[in-house]
Every structure is written in C-alpha cells, then in structure tokens.
C-alpha cells in the first residue's frame, strides 16, 4: 500500500494494483456465470483451473494481463454479474491465507481499480487543486462573505480534470475515501497559500467517513495548524453522498460543531429528503439548489417553493445562500425575498484565486 503522508486507516492509504504474475481466483454468483466465465477462459487460450468444489475458477497471470482480462470480463458476464463476482489476486503460485480474505472485493471494484490508475495517481502525486467562487451579500454583492471550494484535478500536462469525472471513478473504484480527504487538506492548504480571510465553505461527502472522531482528526488539526478561525470554516453536506444513515450524518454534523465549525446543507430542495435532513441536522446556513433558482422570477411553481423554503429559514434562524445565480432578473427575486448570501456566475466564476472583489448590482 503507498501512503498518503504519515497515518494510518482507510482514508490516507492508497491501493496500489497488483504487480507480477500470480493468480486471479474468481467466484461467480451463479452456476450459469461460472460457466460463461470458463468458456471465455478456453476461447482466449488463457492458463486457469476449475475448481467446482469451491464455484471458483483460478486464472493464471502473467505481466499485463489484469489488465486485459479486467477490460474483457464485462463484455463476458452481465453488470449485476460483474457486481456479483467476488475477486482475490495471490501474487506468486500459493494458495490464499486468512491473511488474504480481506482484499477479497467485488469483481466490478477490481475492474474498475484496474482502470483508475489516472486518479490513484493524481492522489498519489497530489495534483489536486482548488477553485474558489465567492458568495457575497445579496443586498451588496461586492460585500464577498465566503468563498466555496471546489475541487479540481489536473493531469500530467497540466489540463484541468472535471471533479465529475473524479468523483465518478473514485464511487466506482471505492476511493471516495481518499478523494474526499486529499480534496478537503487541499482546500485548507491553498486557502492558506492565497491568505483567505473570508469564511470557508467547504464540501465533504458523508459515504467517505466511517468514523468522524477518527477518519477527520487530520481535517481539523490541519485547519488549527494553519490558523484558520473555527468559526470561519463552513462544511458542506453534499447533496449527491448524503448518507442514508441520519445518525451516521448526525454524529458527522455533531463532531464539527464540537470542533467549532458550522455546517451548511447544500442542494436544498433537489432531493425528496431535504425537509428531513433541515429539522434532523439543524443547520447554520442552507443553500438552495440552483435548479430551483433557475428562472425563479418566470416560475410560479419555483417561485411558490422557493419563497417557503425562505420563509421556514427565517423562522428557523437559518441564514440562505441562493446558488447559480445568472440573471439580474434572478438575483433582483431572491433579493425582495429575503435571502441572504447569493453565489453564481453573474457575480464570479470559480477561479484558482479567491476574488479579492465583486461588482455591485443594482437592481
């Protein structure tokens, strides 16, 4: 395994792909894909061994052909197969130990693994930076209050990779546990380089933490370390990994409060379970999904939904961000509804530096 940087667990350890010639052992969920998986094996001319006691199937490996079975094998079984099939490489010609059993994984993981060197890589040589999209007052939109991170990568030439295609790759290849943590101490570090002095959202994902007294240590002491104010770093729940567990989210949200830090639930409105989450989480700040934003001035239906979620957040103390505001017709509706910050490429596009100024809007 490579190491992130000093530490142990899940979160700062890297998988390294299998090296060498071994053996790949398989184990199908069905007779029937046990016997699709062994006539590719004797079609391909390729070395493995049946092993019907076990469901299992033993393919030998030389150099370069992981890789290239790890590319077929979706062609040969279905995806609900591939999600199916449990998978183990054994370097060398030995039998698996109890030593082993925990790297047994999903084929589907295994295969995606194979194919996400790109982003181990990225991770491995820290080539994640960070963008910065101010949000400001809505009242005066050249008064900036925060900056949100927002992750990026780049490739060996430098060209900026989308943090869809991170994201992606890192759910399928089960490293959303590394990404989430390189994202966030590179957020810390860049907002140090550039000096940040406004308030900080940033983004974390609740499926990457297993235990937040344990797996966000790192986080906190690396924003005491920088010297940012507690009071000035805002976590982000993001909508698309909102845990399923509310508890699990809970203990999450409790721990950055102790810590000091305050907690903004994003999206809200996109997902059928935000009201739950408003009461269950309790947050400081809530930012309304720039779906729902979107052409809010010509939408009774938004407009309608948009003006209570307002009015359930001044009744609740909660302080609102408006998201992707791109219109003078969108930021003069949110402004005579109350809503406090407003963020979107109107005001500024994200950009590797914090916005040192915004321009006033005047309705």
Known sequence: MTQVKEGCGRCQTLPAPPEGPGRLFLWPPLGHSLGKLVAHLRDSGGPYQLRPDAHCVVVGMGE????????????????????????????????????????????????????????VDMLAESRLTTFFQ?????????????????MRGRDRDGALVSPARMLDTAREADLLFQLD??????????????????????????????????????????????????????????????????????????????AGFKVALDDLGAGYSSLNLLHQLRPEFMKLDMELVRGVHA????????????????????QTVA?????????????RHGVDFVQG????????????ATPRLND
């Open 64 to 119: 370069g052909d992981l890789g290239r079975l790890s590319a077929q094998l979706p062609d040969v079984l279905t995806a609900e197969e591939v999600r199916g099939t449990r998978a183990l490489f054994v370097p060398g010609d030995t039998e698996p130990g109890m030593a082993d059993f925990p790297r047994v994984d999903s084929l589907q993981r295994f295969t995606m693994l194979q194919q996400s060197g790109w982003l």
């Open 134 to 150: 101010p949000i400001v007052h809505a009242q005066d939109t050249s008064s900036i209050f925060a900056h949100e991170a927002l």
């Open 181 to 258: 943590l390189a994202a966030r101490t590179t957020t810390i570090r860049e907002a140090v380089r550039h000096q940040l002095r406004t308030h900080l959202f940033i983004n974390f994902t609740p499926t990457a933490i297993y235990d937040p007294a344990y797996c966000l240590r790192s986080t906190v002491a690396a924003i005491r370390e920088a010297g940012i104010p507690e009071e000035h770093v805002v976590f982000e729940i993001i909508e698309s990994d909102r845990s399923a567990n509310a508890e699990h989210l809970r203990a999450i949200v409790d721990f950055y409060r102790k």
């Open 299 to 318: 939408d009774p239906y938004k407009a309608s939904i948009v003006q209570k979620l307002l009015e359930i957040a001044r009744q609740l103390g909660i």
């Open 323 to 335: 998201e992707g505001i791109e219109t003078p017709e969108e930021l003069s509706w949110v402004r």
């Open 345 to 356: 490429y109107l005001i500024a596009k994200p950009a590797g530096a914090p916005a040192k």
